[in-house]
């Protein structure tokens, strides 16, 4: 049986659920592309996207997870 503060999340918590739930339990560190927030634009090339999408498809994210696991 979880806690009172587990089954209440947090007022105010700007993250996606997915990242919220990663954060939460500390089970594994919360991808960098996860932590971006929608620009419009795709993160890698920039191509035009609606207000919700941050990558244009699978290869620019697979992409920019391989050049940010490079730069750290």
């Known amino acids: 049986m979880e806690t ?5 999340p947090e007022k105010g918590l700007a ?5 919220a739930a990663t954060i939460n339990t500390g089970a ?7 932590s ?11 191509k035009p996207l609606d207000s919700v999408r941050r990558f244009c ?3 620019c994210s697979d992409a920019f997870d391989e050049e940010a696991e490079f730069t750290r």
Request: aromatic share 10%; net charge neutral.
């Open 4 to 8: 009172i503060q587990e089954s209440f």
């Open 15 to 19: 993250v996606e659920p997915l990242v």
């Open 28 to 34: 594994t560190p919360v991808p960098t592309r996860l």
């Open 36 to 46: 971006l927030p929608p620009k419009g634009a795709c993160w890698y090339c920039d």
């Open 57 to 59: 498809g699978k290869s």
